[in-house]
């Protein structure tokens, strides 16, 4: 039986980690990597695209390039109303975005495993789905949230939901500097003003920091003088 996910509150849906949070989340999950940990893959995954977790469960082997080093999405999983593939939430969030070495070699070792899987247990992957369970399931946002929960309350950070890995990852690219075109494009957002408006805050940090740039580079011309 699949359980619907839980509806997420706007303050939670805000929440975020900072880069040295991210750090450590990345290292504890890495600790015990088992394919039978699904969801721990899943969170991982989330962190390193910035997808939403419908997304990440419509996502089908079909749709990861290992030679390109990308993942298209252009589909989600509907666990409301059809327990079925579903069309993403707007045309724009059909995409093609690339992914980093690490992420490539994590989705080889867990598609070498649910090939395995199939050989010894006889049980089929019927939809061609990258990430289910040992069962060959689909999983649940909330299996994934109370994991992602459990592994932030154990290394002392703020406890976010899968949403908020969507948050973090858009936060970090921008924090490091990334175009915020290219962040709405990676995000499948509508269009920048979307990107804009929901990272106000992380822009408004930035500026604020760029701001500070100018003034040193102000007084460091004035002491030429």
């Keep these: 039986m699949i359980i619907k996910g839980e509806v997420e509150t706007k303050s939670e849906e805000l929440k975020y980690l900072n880069f040295d949070e991210v750090k450590k989340l990345v290292a504890e999950i890495k600790k015990d990597m088992k394919p039978r940990y699904i969801s721990r893959y899943i ?3 989330a962190i390193a695209t910035g997808a939403r977790f419908s997304e990440i469960m419509g996502l089908t082997w079909d749709c990861v390039d ?9 589909k989600t999983w509907d666990f409301k ?7 993403t939430k707007t045309f724009d969030s059909k995409r093609t975005i690339t992914i980093d070495d690490e992420t490539l070699n994590m989705l080889k070792e867990l598609r070498k495993h649910q090939n395995e899987l199939a050989m010894k ?36 950070i ?5 949403h908020g890995l969507r948050h973090t990852h858009a936060s970090m690219l921008l924090y490091k500097g990334v175009n915020i075109k290219y962040v709405s494009r990676r ?3 509508k269009d920048i003003v ?29 002491r030429t003088k």
């Design 43 to 45: 969170i991982l995954f």
């Design 66 to 74: 290992f030679k390109n080093k990308t993942v298209t999405i252009n």
């Design 158 to 162: 703020k406890t976010i939901t899968c």
């Design 121 to 156: 247990t006889g049980l089929r992957n019927t939809k061609n789905l990258v990430f289910i369970n040992s069962k060959m399931e689909i999983v649940t946002n909330n299996a994934v949230n109370k994991t992602l929960r459990a592994l932030c309350k154990k290394i002392g």
């Design 187 to 189: 995000l499948g957002h």
């Design 194 to 222: 979307t990107t804009l408006q929901t990272y106000s805050h992380v822009l408004d940090e930035m500026e604020q920091k760029e701001s500070r740039q100018v003034d040193l580079a102000m007084a460091e011309l004035d």
């Design 81 to 87: 109303d059809k327990n079925d593939f579903s069309d």
